[in-house]
């Protein structure tokens, strides 16, 4: 008896049960579209946050952070200078496996337009050109600082969108460089005007003029809010002059940034970078290397323990469609007996009644695995609407693959018994069964 | 050579510690284009007997032969494909299934005969057709009558063009005119043939064969040779 004959067969048994079929086919059918949702949302979790961590700068991101040296280092911890611009100037001249190498000092003062209006106190940042590139900035209009500002000690300045919007709310993004802004007091020139930076479904609803959602988290606040200018501006403008014997150099960093440039070799560049600041810090150590890797590495791993939680909710729930449907068969060979006598009179092999049982519940599970799809689509769209975060879910096709051949399996599974049960049927007395 | 050939058969059953002796030491021999009916009380061994020959079941001891195939110590599968080939059912019951149409019916053996489904429909169609139910290819057995039903039958036993027409009872639950009909369409396929081989207990049906077996506590005590 060919695979088709079987299928037919199973087939035509469901079709005349519809109900019942349909009742053993609903724990395969929640099974396989809450498999699906599971593993959509997980993947949109972690997409979400790939797409996010890329925009915050990325895994070749290295932040040289400031720690409290170990009890050893104690009683020497102040020959260390801490991080300072020597840092910088020493990486970038010694570690060459680090592409950019970004200090900054944020401090906080009044920013207000030329004639002294819309004056508010805002963080200021001096940075170094390669602040661009390690903050992902992009240009909307004008330019970024060059090292050519840092040189000249230039009164430039580069400003978030949402300042340009605060500042002037009237103006187009267009007219705002070239503009005057007093930092401080000090009349700076806006060189250029940054991007704005928003997620994806920001933008969309910003186009469709719907309302912006206030309630969420904006990750990118701090960054649409930035006012940037020349590291050594800052320094000569702000810092210098309270302790004559202060030098530039000298000067203790809020942020030193790193970017790897090959991320094939970022155990060895994060080992230069190490070496190099031994050096400096005279071999205090009161520094540390913060990677994105062990950010990233904790979101997979509570990504996976989702997906794993959800995955064995879903698939014990598989399980139990796969125990209905062995009841089922159970209950609907015991009604057959008859018909399998006959079968087995006119020439059934026992594997023939095996084969007819197991590919009617393999077929059960298999028209619930493509209900389960089916609710998975609407599962999925409810989870859009309700979803609190930009996580949207992300259908696969790998995931719907999985979960309709893990229904199958459990189809397969749970015919087994009764398949096996119905072909040791004895042809004499089945055909006497009334 | 005989069609089938039984010699010193016995089929014992175990009942608890309890032996009991279906079948004791029976031999025979059918063969080809005979029309044979088997006769005898009820617990004679005259089921036992009819599922022997029928390829529905192996004796414990003995030797058995159906069209060739040693059979004493034959598989589920070995009994199924002889089964198959070689033999047609006709039950007292009918042992329609309710829910195939009178097409879907007769090819069922083709089926596990493994016949391509085309040449399937069409075969079954003639066989159903030959048997005058040209007109009633679509229906249910629910929609036939009795004689109706046991036609279907035939033509699900003639189907495969097997060498053995077996019958248990055939005309068991119909009434006498659409059973006469019905003995009718045996003996006119014995002509064309094929082996008959009846089991009744009705001595009128029994007396329009050629030989009577008749068997008795496990024993033949008439009709052992042709």
């Known amino acids: 008896m060919s695979f088709l004959v079987a299928f037919q067969i199973g087939l035509r048994e469901i079709l005349s049960h519809k109900f019942r079929s349909f009742l053993s086919m609903l724990g395969i059918v929640l ?3 809450s498999l699906i ?32 040296p170990s009890r050893l280092m104690y009683d020497f911890a102040n020959l260390s200078p801490g991080r300072t611009v020597r840092d910088a100037v020493a990486i970038r001249r010694s570690a060459g496996l680090i592409s950019h190498v970004s200090p900054e000092i944020a401090f906080t003062t009044v920013v207000a337009r030329e004639n002294g209006g819309g004056a508010e106190r805002r963080s200021v940042r001096g940075v170094y050109a390669d602040h661009f590139v390690i903050g992902m900035h992009e240009i909307a209009h004008g330019r ?3 090292p050519l500002d840092g040189e000249m000690g230039t009164r430039c300045a580069v400003i978030g969108s949402t300042i340009a919007s605060e500042l002037w709310p009237e103006t187009p993004p267009t007219d705002i460089v070239g503009r005057i802004i007093l930092i ?12 704005r930076y928003e997620r994806e479904e920001d933008a969309l609803a910003r186009r469709a003029r719907k309302p912006l959602q206030s309630r969420r988290w904006d990750p990118f606040r701090s960054k649409n809010q930035s006012v940037l200018i020349p590291f050594s501006t800052m320094f000569h403008e702000f810092r210098s002059g309270a302790f004559p014997e202060d030098s530039m150099d000298s000067l203790r960093l809020d942020v030193l940034a790193l970017r790897v440039g090959d991320l094939n070799h970022f155990r060895a560049a994060l080992e230069q ?3 190099v600041l031994d050096t400096t810090h005279r071999g205090v150590d009161d520094f540390d290397l913060e990677t994105r890797e062990d950010w990233f590495d904790r979101v997979e791993s509570s990504v996976r323990a989702a997906r794993l939680s959800g995955g064995l909710i879903s698939a014990i729930s598989l399980i139990v469609g796969g125990i209905g449907i ?5 209950a609907s060979i015991s009604e057959r007996v008859r018909e399998i006598g006959i079968r087995l009179a006119v020439g059934a092999r026992p594997r023939d009644i095996f084969w007819q049982i197991l590919v009617e519940s393999m077929l059960i599970s298999l028209i619930g695995g493509m209900l389960g799809i089916l609710a998975s689509l609407g599962l999925i769209e409810i989870l859009k609407l309700i979803s609190p975060t930009e996580n949207i879910p992300i259908l696969t096709a790998g995931s719907i693959v999985f979960s309709v051949a893990f229904a199958v399996v459990a189809g397969l599974m749970s015919g087994l018994y009764p398949a096996t049960k119905a072909s040791r049927l004895n042809p004499i007395s089945a055909l006497r069964y009334e | 050579m005989s069609l089938i050939l039984l010699e010193d058969i016995s089929k014992i059953y175990r009942v608890g510690d309890q032996e009991i002796r279906a079948l004791d030491g029976v031999s025979l021999r059918v063969e080809e284009g005979e029309f044979v009916s088997i006769i005898g009380p009820s617990g004679s061994g005259k089921s036992t007997l009819m599922h022997l020959l029928g390829c529905l079941d192996t004796p414990t001891s003995g030797r058995m032969e159906v069209c060739g195939n040693d059979l004493s110590h034959a598989s589920q599968d070995e009994l199924a494909i002889v089964r198959n080939r070689e033999i047609g059912f006709v039950f007292q019951s009918f042992n329609l299934l309710s829910r195939l149409d009178v097409v879907s019916n007769v090819e069922l053996p083709l089926i596990y005969g493994g016949v391509p489904a085309a040449a399937r429909r069409a075969r079954a169609r003639q066989a159903a057709t030959d048997v005058g139910l040209g007109d009633r290819l679509s229906n249910r057995p629910a929609q036939l009558s009795g004689g109706q039903c046991q036609r279907v039958a035939i033509a699900r036993a003639l189907v495969n063009n097997p060498r053995i027409i077996f019958g248990d009872e055939p005309t068991g639950n119909l009434d006498s005119e659409t059973g006469n009909m019905i003995l009718r369409v045996f003996e006119d396929l014995n002509a064309a043939g094929k082996t008959i ?5 009705d001595p009128a049906i029994a007396a329009r064969s050629q030989r009577i077996i008749e068997i008795r506590d496990g024993h033949i005590v008439r009709g052992q040779q042709p």
């Open chain 1, 326 to 330: 062995m009841n089922i068969m159970l």
């Open chain 1, 144 to 146: 970024f600082l060059t």
């Open chain 2, 197 to 201: 081989i009846l089991v009744t207990h």
């Open chain 1, 37 to 68: 949702a599971t593993m959509a949302l997980t993947r949109g979790i972690e997409e979400g946050t790939r797409v996010f961590m890329q925009q915050l700068g990325g895994l070749e991101l290295v932040s040289v952070v400031g720690k409290e």
């Open chain 1, 273 to 275: 970078v190490r070496a």
């Open chain 1, 31 to 33: 099974g396989v579209s």
């Open chain 1, 184 to 195: 401080g007091g000090s009349p700076f020139q806006i060189v250029g005007l940054l991007t």
